[in-house]
């Protein structure tokens, strides 16, 4: 961290007011917790004068910012807390996240290129690096790390859709080297290294990652590494292909895929189970009835918000069943891992045409009808299991079916999916702790996932600290950053992103409301049932409307980090 002031620059030593300062800017222009703040001075032991001190720091800083100029109201003191003031003028983060934003509206590829590039270029080295606070340390930086990281992958598919290749790939290797988990990075370099000549190299990277991930993960490389790897002996041509579209633009199209991710659609003998799969006892037994039923239609289609568990569902399902589909279970996944759908056409291919007899297809992911409709010709004869955030209305009306419609988890359901990923004895010596950590997670598989994965990966942490812990800023902390899909900003931004400006301001308005105010209050009917469609808010009961809680806290959340207020719905 630093301060410029015209030609100088001070670099600030690592400080209590340095950690208070860092903690302020990493939320512009929004109300820092008092509590939040504490913990970040003085991690988990602050003194008995901690906010007196807490005080004293900001007067040392409203001092510090006298001395260069600086407004000394640019912290201000608000009820339960302090409110720094910055905008694109006096802070870096509040600049690249504006340019990131306004990059997705570019006119052309060219424009959103540079305006990236710009983005990228106030990252000067290892963000909060003179900052001693092990919270943010632990908390902030990778938080930071991923949004920089999301950039330059988009970067690096523009440079390689221009048939730019040579030029990135100084940032491909350093990328490739520096993250190995993030599988994109090699994906593009590799394809880089053969369209530049280069196939030797190219097959020596992808065998080294391919080598790493059985050593240390126990794993394959994904899908489009083993692509690249087929096509790259087979020697095939790799002609630049267009740029996936930005995430804020995703919308209702069908892009093509880009060179090196495809989707995948392959008979399963052996539908393994998912690893500690609770609840939905209903839902199973109704849907293994439906697909299994002898004559009619034999099509389940399950539905609900991002992160709700429909995918873990449906291959539940599909392990349960499996017995009696003795031509194979195909499953094909309709979005790419940033959340954009498969072409109609790309995923046409992967069917198997005609289906199999006594076969069971699962469309995962779904974005709509559209996508959906023009598949189940070639799945005629055979059973099908879709699953969408939207409830495709479309397709059960012209194909018959039913939709199940998922909830989160009951609070029993939820504890039993974390004693089944923790453990029942560690679980088990916390009962009311465990219970409070389902609640912070609002009762959703991907957030409870989230949780174990934490403490898992920390034997030490106490139930009780996992929960107060994250209980302080969900969104952020409810992330893992080895997997994307294991992020709910990541999860709940792509669906957020994928809908029209009209929506996405309806939405963040229902979450800006108190929890016991009636969301339809002021919205078009029209708006909300988009928004039901969307996943993004339920019908009833007992109120018309219901927004989930973890959606709400997102939405805030979102609000204070990357939207400006929306404006009032007309009444």
Not at 355 to 372: E, N
């Amino acid at each position: 961290m630093s301060i410029a002031h015209g030609p100088e620059t001070v670099v600030l030593k690592p400080s209590k007011p340095t950690s208070l300062l860092a903690a302020l800017l990493l939320h512009p222009n929004t109300v820092v917790s008092t509590t939040y703040l504490l913990r970040a001075v003085w991690d988990e032991e602050p003194p008995a004068t901690a906010r007196a001190a807490l005080q004293t720091c900001v007067l040392r800083l409203r001092r510090l910012f006298a001395k260069y100029g600086i407004s000394a109201t640019t912290i201000e003191a608000v009820p339960g807390g302090y409110r720094m003031h910055s905008d694109t003028e006096t802070l870096d983060l509040v600049q690249f996240r504006a340019l990131a934003a306004g990059a997705g509206a570019a006119a052309g590829p060219g424009e959103e290129l540079y305006r990236l590039r710009e983005a990228l270029s106030l990252w000067q080295g290892q963000p909060l690096a003179n900052v001693a606070s092990r919270m943010l340390q632990q908390d902030a930086v990778p938080a930071l790390e991923q949004e920089r990281l999301r950039v330059l992958e988009r970067v690096c598919d523009l440079e390689l859709a221009a048939g730019n290749c040579h030029q990135v790939l100084v940032d491909l290797y350093e990328s490739a080297r520096r993250h190995p988990v993030r599988e994109r990075f090699t994906e593009q370099l590799v394809e880089a290294l053969y369209r530049t000549g280069r196939q030797a190299e190219a097959l020596a990277e992808y065998r080294t990652v391919r080598d790493r991930l059985r050593d240390e993960l126990g794993i394959d490389p994904g899908p489009g590494l083993r692509r690249l790897e087929l096509a790259i002996l087979r020697a095939e041509d790799l002609a630049p292909a267009p740029p996936p579209p930005a995430r804020t633009a995703a919308a209702a199209g069908a892009p093509a895929l880009p060179a090196g991710a495809t989707a995948t659609a392959r008979p399963v003998r052996a539908v393994p189970p998912v690893p500690a799969f609770a609840g939905r006892e209903t839902d199973r037994r109704a849907m293994a009835a439906r697909l299994t039923v002898a004559g009619g239609p034999r099509l389940v289609v399950v539905s609900g918000a991002p992160g709700i568990g429909k995918s873990a569902l449906a291959r539940q399902t599909a392990h349960e069943v499996q017995e009696a589909f003795p031509g194979g279970v195909f499953t094909l996944q309709l979005a790419r891992p940033d959340g954009t759908p498969v072409a109609v056409e790309e995923a046409a291919r992967l069917l198997p045409e005609p289906a199999p007899a006594r076969s069971l297809i699962v469309l995962d992911g779904a974005a709509g009808a559209w996508q959906v409709l023009p598949l189940l010709p070639a799945a005629e004869g055979a059973a099908v299991l879709v699953t969408s955030r939207r409830q495709l209305a479309a397709v059960v009306a012209t194909h018959g079916g039913a939709v199940h419609r998922l909830d989160v988890l009951r609070p029993a359901e939820a504890y039993g999916l974390l004693a089944g990923l923790v453990g029942t004895e560690r679980i088990a010596a916390e009962p009311a702790a465990a219970r409070e950590l389902a609640a912070v997670c609002g009762h959703f598989p991907l957030a409870l996932r989230i949780a174990a994965g934490r403490l898992l990966t920390r034997p030490g942490l106490s139930v009780a600290h996992c929960a107060a812990w994250l209980a302080e800023d969900p969104p952020v902390r409810l992330a893992l950053a080895e997997d994307a899909g294991l992020s709910v900003p990541e999860v709940l931004g792509q669906a957020l992103d994928a809908l029209s400006p009209e929506l996405r301001e309806a939405f963040l308005r229902l979450g800006a409301r108190e929890a016991a105010a009636d969301p339809s209050a002021g919205e078009s009917e029209s708006v909300l049932e988009q928004l039901v469609e969307a996943g993004l808010l339920e019908d009833g009961p007992p109120g018309p409307y219901r927004l989930h809680d973890l959606l709400r806290i997102y939405a805030r959340w979102r609000l204070r980090t990357h939207e400006t207020a929306a404006p009032a719905a007309p009444r």
